[in-house]
C-alpha cells in the first residue's frame, strides 16, 4: 500500500523538521505509538543524523513491534524511515518540508506491506483514513507547541 499526502501549515519548515525528527516524543501525541526507544544515533554526514527507532505500536486487537532506521537530514529538512524487522514486508516512509508563501508544505509519503494477509486486509479497509489521522496527530502538536498561526520566528 502507498499514499501520499501534503498539507500546507502555518509554521516554519525547520519547526517541523523538528518535531518529525524527535520521535521519541511520539507516544506522548500519537495515540497507537504505545513506546519507542531511539538507540545507536550516528552522524552520517555533515547536518545528517541516523537512528535505530524501536516501537510498540496498538491498534485495537492488534499490537506489534518493529524497528526502523531513521535518516535525519538537516540540510534538505528530510526525514526518510527504512525497516529493518518486525511484522511488515516492507516499510518506508518519507517527510519533505519545504517552504511556502503560507508556511510550510508538508509532504508525507508512506509505502508499507504486512507479512500478515489478515493485518493487510485490515489495514486496507482504512488505509487513507489512518494516514490522514497520523498527520493530523503531527498538525495537532505542532498547534500545541508553535500556537495555531505561529508563523513568525
Given at each position: 500500500m502507498r499514499h501520499h499526502l501534503t498539507r500546507i501549515l502555518p509554521y516554519?519548515?525547520?519547526?517541523?523538521?523538528?518535531?518529525?525528527?524527535?520521535?521519541?516524543?511520539?507516544?506522548?501525541?500519537?495515540?497507537?505509538?504505545?513506546?519507542?526507544?531511539?538507540?545507536?544515533?550516528?552522524?552520517?554526514?555533515?547536518?545528517?543524523?541516523?537512528?535505530?527507532?524501536?516501537?510498540?505500536?496498538?491498534?485495537?486487537?492488534?499490537?506489534?513491534?518493529?524497528?526502523?532506521?531513521?535518516?535525519?537530514?538537516?540540510?534538505?529538512?528530510?526525514?526518510?524511515?527504512?525497516?529493518?524487522?518486525?511484522?511488515?514486508?516492507?516499510?518506508?516512509?518519507?517527510?519533505?518540508?519545504?517552504?511556502?508563501?503560507?508556511?510550510?508544505?508538508?509532504?508525507?509519503?508512506?509505502?508499507?506491506?504486512?507479512?500478515?494477509?489478515?493485518?493487510?486486509?485490515?489495514?486496507?479497509?482504512?488505509?487513507?483514513?489512518?494516514?490522514?489521522?497520523?498527520?493530523?496527530?503531527?498538525e495537532a502538536r505542532a498547534e500545541q507547541l508553535y500556537g495555531k498561526h505561529?508563523?513568525?520566528?
Amino acid at each position: 500500500m502507498r499514499h501520499h499526502l501534503t498539507r500546507i501549515l502555518p509554521y516554519q519548515p525547520r519547526e517541523l523538521f523538528e518535531l518529525v525528527g524527535d520521535v521519541e516524543r511520539y507516544p506522548e501525541f500519537v495515540p497507537w505509538v504505545l513506546r519507542l526507544r531511539a538507540r545507536n544515533r550516528r552522524l552520517d554526514g555533515e547536518g545528517i543524523t541516523r537512528l535505530d527507532a524501536e516501537a510498540e505500536v496498538g491498534f485495537s486487537i492488534v499490537h506489534e513491534r518493529f524497528t526502523t532506521t531513521v535518516r535525519l537530514d538537516a540540510p534538505l529538512l528530510a526525514i526518510d524511515v527504512d525497516l529493518v524487522s518486525g511484522p511488515f514486508r516492507r516499510l518506508k516512509n518519507r517527510w519533505r518540508f519545504k517552504d511556502h508563501p503560507d508556511g510550510v508544505e508538508l509532504a508525507f509519503e508512506i509505502d508499507f506491506e504486512f507479512k500478515s494477509r489478515l493485518l493487510d486486509a485490515l489495514l486496507r479497509a482504512n488505509f487513507h483514513h489512518a494516514v490522514a489521522r497520523l498527520v493530523g496527530c503531527f498538525e495537532a502538536r505542532a498547534e500545541q507547541l508553535y500556537g495555531k498561526h505561529a508563523l513568525p520566528r
